[in-house]
């Protein structure tokens, strides 16, 4: 969908409201979910930003006042839709597709941002909206752009930043706001998608696979699962992925197929993956053959950090904030020899021995050098500092969410690079939940890991993100 405003006219924004007597064009890309439409639109023209906190929703949405010339653009809070925006003599140009603004710009090779492709391949995403091409910039998540075509000015406000509650919430009360966090993001699914007869979901052997399907049966609703790889990968004996995958379909009674990582061919991975995103990290060898699936939705949990689920609060605690950044959200940490073998060592006989990741702060020569290291590390600092005065951990799940996690509705494993509309049973429906917990309760999963071992014991048997398990016991038929 391709967005094109000037002074004196404007294509793409179909849709128009009536506020405070005068008209105003829009157009919403993604969804609104339950929202009211009409409501959203005049809150943003209201510059209403408490109201916009409290949405729920998988929208960019864009407003022209034809009689003052400006416009906003106002991102939902995880800011998934990934839209781009393009400010200069032919106007403001905006679109949900990389390709149809690159062409509407006639932007040629001499526009590539090469260290914007540098930034993706070595932080999985471009910094401070950077993209491929130079004048091209992603709308960032929770933020209020405003611009005024008269002097092409463009000014960015985030009006959400993540951070914890002060609250009275009682221990249970808090196992009770994630049960309901779950069955609300399910209803809401299975209300947004009345037509769908079942839902895809990824079926492996972690959490979220036990998870998705509990509280989808609870809301009604049927699940196709699948699960991505080799069954045998040794001939004789299935994997412990399929193996517990087979297990969890068998508990909750549904039907689960293999998806062949080479079901399509390694060039046609590279086509797909160029054409459909661009704007992510690499997903080969998790691109499969989608028509496969009976199922139109896919079920997933991506964005997992919200909850805690991610090597990156690992040892946050004992590392300076940006170095633990680059550690783990970035292919400057590197993991010393025999990394595996010293472990064991260490933690068999306690001896002291080195095998934790470590910062590579040169670079990698010609192609990634120390002065690109050293700006790349500005902008993280930059945005850190922009924050405020926050925890290490609530910075570092902003940095998640508004870097990386922004990327999820094409990026994430089992998201088949969008081909398939999908939901995050994390996000958004988990942001205002989380921000009831203690730091303590988010690392490492620790109050939710201590809801399923409380609440559903029967799904106790978990293997986390991180491949240790986390709770003992067996699923119980």
Known sequence: MLINIKKTSQTGLESNIEFNNKVFYYHVFGSLYLENEAEVIKSILDDNQEYLRKLVGNFTVVVLDPISG??????????????????????????DDFWEIKEALSLSIDDVDRMAIKQQLVFFTGLNGRTLFKEVKSVPAASILKFKLDDL???????WQFSYNENQLSYDDKLDLIDQTFTNALGTIKKLNPQEESFAVGVSGGLDSRII??????????IEGFTIG?????????SNDFNSANKIASHFGIERRTLQYNSISFEEQLQMETRLAPEVGSQMFKIVDVGQLKSNILITGASGFVIGASPMYSSMKQSPLVDHTLLYQSLLGTKPRAAKVKKAISSLTGASLSFKPQLNMTGFGSFFTKEEVDECIADIEQFYSDLGPLSKSEKLMNYAIFGVGRNNAKGAFESFLGQKESYSIYTPFFLDTVQQFSEDELLNRQLFQEFIAKRLPEL?????QDFKPTLLGEIVH
């Open 70 to 95: 400006q416009v906003k653009i106002v991102s939902d809070r995880p800011g998934k839709q990934n839209i781009f925006y393009h400010m200069g003599s032919q106007g403001l140009t905006i679109s």
């Open 153 to 159: 000015n463009v000014t960015i406000k985030r009006y």
């Open 213 to 222: 399907p509990y509280y989808a049966t609870k809301n009604g609703m049927n």
């Open 230 to 238: 080799i069954e045998r990968p040794r001939k004789l004996f299935l």
């Open 460 to 464: 106790a048997a978990i293997q986390g």
